[in-house]
């Protein structure tokens, strides 16, 4: 499973 | 950051303080759907919890509190301070016709089963939707003022560069999100209708109007 996408757009 | 994110974010950024500005200069949020700043509060709410429990850089951090500020003095604005001029009477879309479809498609279709993440994918479904009610009141009323054209011109154009951004960033970083691009699709479709009036009507000096 991949791992939680890092959110760094607004 | 490329120059796409980058000005997708000052587009965004000129179409919440056009907004206010208009509000406070005028005393009236006449031709403003208080449903679609709700939408949009509950939007930057649900989607910048993150604040607390994530750094990414303090343009990110700062970017944030700025939108969610500035989503709560429209509101404020709008409900409070100038109640009087909120042309409620026009403002009749049923919100609960965007809130509901959003919860239940972030329920189904998301990345991950999480609070967190359920939320993070609510709002970018409301998001494609929120300004539903704005249009639907300026198609009610059959007019925009000037002002309230370039809010939604900003607006739109915000996430048209996003989705350039996403172009961008899948072909120089292989970073893609298809939950964002989907409904970044979405929303910039939306706003075509309008970019056409905007161009051909606004930009030549006259006041947005629709064919009756």
Known sequence: EAPPVQKDEL | ??????????????????????????RSCAGISGKSQLLFGLVYTTRYLDLITSYIS????????????????????????FKATYDHNHDTFRIEFLVVPAVALALLINHDFQVVEILWTFSIYLESVAILPQLFMVSKTGEAESITS??????????????????YRFWAEDHYDLIAIVAGVVQTVLYCDFFYLYITKVLRGKKLQLPA
């Open chain 2, 1 to 26: 950051m490329n120059i796409f994110r980058l000005l997708g974010d000052i587009s965004h950024l000129l179409a919440i303080i056009i907004l206010l500005r208009k509000i406070w200069m005028s």
């Open chain 2, 58 to 81: 303090l343009y990110n951090s700062v970017m944030k509190v700025v939108f969610l500020a500035a989503s709560y003095a429209t509101i404020y604005l709008m409900y409070v301070k």
């Open chain 2, 150 to 167: 370039h809010y939604l011109f900003a607006l739109g154009v915000y996430r048209g560069l996003y989705l350039l951004n996403w172009i």
